[in-house]
């Protein structure tokens, strides 16, 4: 019996546990001065087509904790997916990225460009989440064209019929739609086909693999043809080598993201790439 709660007792306030469980109670309590003191920052990473024009962006969060330095969203998101943080921190993300596409808009290069943001299932799942869309729009009236809005197969889990809805509505207003993570979840064909989207995001997972793995070529060639076949537009993320590119682009597929055109970039950085003639956006064209 003593032994048993001794080991339990060890157990409980074993040093790394301990350590870890405050850090992610600490990180969880400062989600919110977070996002009031100004610590977050969206950083851009270009979308490239086949002939190694920037299309577009998509908007990627960082938190420059004041004491941890830059912590990843992979990190962060789902400590704040389960506080409800994520609400006002989306929130934040979509009201930033729409000031960034106002603020690019009389740039004759970046104006082009189309901004995508990734929206967690449980902001959309809000009931309010159009209006708050609606809101902004009205506030940045030219952005609705170039704004995006990159879901995940999570978001259509349950409740189908209200995530149709909400994205019919928005498209009525110009924004587009894309599948993120595409092939890590668990969407049927027949699913897919009656969700009203524009694009499909191919899984960096299977794009790592893409030239070493024939079972992640064959999948990635599938899901291209079967996008294809929905009418769906197609971008490959996590692109690192120009094999990879290459394989894509033999498979039909026209849009790439990846380090290999750019990591994601702070907003000066990012001008400055698109500005430069840059020789990496050029190489994808030579390719
Ligand atoms: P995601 O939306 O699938 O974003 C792609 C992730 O892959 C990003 O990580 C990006 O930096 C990384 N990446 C891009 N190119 C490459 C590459 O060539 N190789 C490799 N290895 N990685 C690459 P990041 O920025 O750390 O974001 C991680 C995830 O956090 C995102 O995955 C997204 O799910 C989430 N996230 C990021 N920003 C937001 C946001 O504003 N709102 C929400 N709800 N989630 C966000
Ligand atoms: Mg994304
Ligand atoms: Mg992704
Ligand atoms: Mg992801």
């Known amino acids: 019996q003593a032994k048993t709660a001794g080991r339990n007792t060890i157990r409980f306030f074993d040093p790394g546990i301990q350590a870890a469980m405050m850090q992610r109670l600490e990180l969880e309590a400062d989600l919110l001065s977070a996002i009031r003191g100004n610590q977050l920052e969206l950083y851009y990473q270009v979308q490239v087509n086949d002939r190694g024009l920037a299309t577009g962006a998509e908007a990627l969060i960082r938190w420059h904790h004041p004491r941890r330095g830059v912590i990843s969203p992979a ?8 506080n409800g943080a994520i609400i006002e921190m989306g929130d934040w993300v979509l009201a930033e990225a729409c000031r960034r596409l106002e603020a690019w808009q009389s740039d004759s290069r970046l104006g082009r460009l189309e901004v995508a943001v ?26 609705s064209q170039r704004l995006k809005l990159e879901l995940t197969e999570s978001v259509l889990l349950n409740r189908a019929e209200d995530a149709i809805e909400k994205i019919r509505l928005l498209k009525n207003q110009g924004i587009r739609f894309s599948l993120d993570d595409f092939g890590t979840g668990y969407s049927s064909l027949a699913y897919l086909k009656r969700l009203p989207l524009d694009q499909l995001k191919i899984d960096q997972s299977f794009v790592r693999d893409i030239a070493s793995d024939p079972s992640a070529a064959a999948i990635t060639q599938t899901i291209i043809a079967m996008a294809q076949t929905l009418g769906l537009e197609v971008i490959a993320e996590g692109v690192e080598t120009q094999e990879q590119l290459a394989l894509l682009r033999n498979f039909g597929c026209r849009h790439y993201q ?11 950085q ?10 990496l956006l050029a190489a994808a064209e030579a390719e």
């Open 75 to 82: 990190v962060f998101i789902p400590l704040a997916e389960e």
């Open 118 to 143: 990734n929206v967690s299932a449980i902001q959309f799942q809000q009931q309010d989440f159009t209006a708050k869309v609606g809101a902004l729009l009205a506030e940045y009236p030219s952005v």
């Open 258 to 268: 990846g380090y290999l055109l750019s990591r994601p970039l702070s907003v000066g």
């Open 270 to 279: 990012f001008q400055a790439l698109l500005a430069g003639g840059n020789p």
